[in-house]
């Protein structure tokens, strides 16, 4: 007996089910595969020229590499594709009856508390085709066990959780997942899943700054402090490398670290992996007075309010990526780089200062700032930028002026006649709080300090720590 064509409704009930089940479907359907960020991706084993498949599991769309045509918008017409040759009216026809009889992928759930009294289970070989489960069915609910002990929730982009944090105590603290195994199990573990997600990660994409800190009790604090959003890494130092980073590109990075050794090297590995990703980078710096492994929990259970954490931002040092700056400026400035007989192309192409080399302290109010560089990156024009946005409080990239102050600007290249006008142009007529000096004008750092309380500028020699 020929079958009938489904309806649209019953395209959409199905697909609705499917949706459902989609963590337990696509490995029934596709064994061996893994899910890897909202996608799942296994071998088309069904197809002798056995592709790859990746399937958006959360929407249902998916694509198959051994036929380039092969792709869909939904799990109905994968179920079509794998099994039946594109034929929806079999797949619906099969997939009513195992959904009727809860078999297949339709099976019941069971979960599994987990036995606290064993030691941590290790990693799974693909061969136990042990699988972890993301995000977290909301049906799975949290064990009874662990609920005595602070914890925490990494997220997906969408809010939906992908894993627990629990802390026993400081130094005893685990991730918690959750596992299907080949029988159909579902169980808790204490087992990270890989990549690790940044915390908070439903929150970065809607703010452009975002704080940095070294634990999730800091994180949750310093976002309260700042009303702003605040990450971490799991497992500090240890989980940098193994994080995810990438949400945080092209973001203003603010790092609150630890206050003690560990915090410094946790702030440098943050620094080395974000460098030349974010936009801007800025580090709290702290004073003698605070205590060994000070951080914002600590700030907060000291009584720090919100307009605190306003304040003290205002002490952060800078940390620009001078090179990524440079590169928008020349863009910007194509006809002035020309002009000087230097093609825009081969001003781009100059090798880029090491890390060591580049803007380490910049913009302390009432001191001298130096900006460092190797020769063609663009120094000039980066530092002309910023001094016209700090003399009439304009935005300078992701980072805003809050007033107008004096600025000083002493240049080797400052006698360039191109240079000059390059600010004239640039410079609102009627103001006179942006002062431009040739390197020339001045023999040492006692003579500029003399030109500076000339014109009652309160200036300090500001001492490079490089």
Avoid at 72 to 92: R, T
Avoid at 223 to 245: K, M
Avoid at 283 to 307: M, R, S, Y
Avoid at 430 to 454: E, P, Q
Wanted: neutral net charge; hydrophobic residues 35%.
């Amino acid at each position: 007996m020929a079958m009938m064509t489904p309806t649209q409704s019953e395209v959409r009930q199905m697909n609705e089910h499917l949706l459902e089940y989609a963590r337990e479907a696509l490995p029934y359907w596709l064994p061996h595969g893994y899910f890897d960020h909202g996608n799942y991706r296994a071998k088309n084993l069904n197809n002798i020229r056995r592709g790859n498949i990746a399937v958006q599991w959360a929407k249902g769309s998916w694509s198959d590499s051994a036929d380039k045509d092969a792709k869909g918008p939904d799990l109905l017409s994968l179920h079509a594709h794998l099994f039946f040759h594109g034929s929806l009216e079999a797949s619906i026809q099969q997939l009513k009856q195992e959904y009727q009889s809860k078999t297949g992928p339709f099976k019941p759930r069971v979960v599994r508390e987990p036995n606290f009294s064993t030691k941590p289970e290790g990693p799974k070989s693909l061969n136990s085709y042990d699988r972890l489960i993301t995000p977290i069915p909301k049906e799975a609910s949290l064990p009874e066990q662990i609920k005595q002990y602070p914890y925490w929730i990494y997220r997906d982009p969408n809010g939906r959780n992908l894993f627990y944090v629990v802390r026993v105590d400081r130094s005893n603290y685990y991730a918690l997942t959750y596992w299907i195994t080949p029988r159909s199990k579902y169980e808790w573990r204490r087992q990270p899943p890989s990549p690790l997600p940044l915390y908070h990660w439903d929150q970065l994409s809607a703010r452009e700054t975002i704080l940095v800190t070294q634990g999730e009790e800091s994180a949750d604090a310093a976002a309260q402090l700042f009303s702003g959003v605040a990450t971490t890494s799991f497992d500090g130092l240890r989980g940098v490398d193994r994080t995810d980073w990438t949400p945080l590109k092209e973001k203003k990075v603010v790092i609150w670290p630890r206050h003690n050794e560990a915090g410094e090297r946790y702030k440098d590995a943050v620094i080395s992996l974000l460098w030349g990703q974010a936009d801007d980078i800025q580090i709290l710096q702290f004073t003698e007075h605070h205590p060994v492994g000070w951080d914002a929990a600590a700030a907060l259970n000291e009584g720090w309010k919100p307009v605190f954490g306003v304040n003290y931002s205002l002490e952060y040092p800078k940390l620009f990526n001078l090179a990524r700056l440079s590169e928008r400026a020349l863009t910007e400035e194509r006809d002035f780089f020309e002009t000087c007989g230097r093609s825009l192309t081969e001003l781009i192409q100059v090798d880029l200062p090491p890390l060591e080399y580049v803007v380490q302290e910049l913009i302390t109010t009432d001191s001298l700032n130096l900006v460092s560089a190797w020769r063609g990156v663009g120094k000039s024009l980066f530092v002309m930028e910023l001094a016209i946005a700090i003399s009439t409080a304009k935005p300078f990239f992701v980072w805003e002026v809050p007033k107008r102050r004096t600025t000083v600007v002493i240049d080797g290249e400052m006698g360039l006649a191109l240079l000059r006008n390059n600010y004239e142009s640039r410079y609102p007529q009627g103001r006179k709080n942006l002062y431009l000096v040739a390197s020339d004008d001045f023999v040492n750092a006692d003579h500029l300090l003399n030109i500076v309380d000339t014109q009652q500028f309160p200036l300090s020699l500001f001492r490079p720590t490089f």
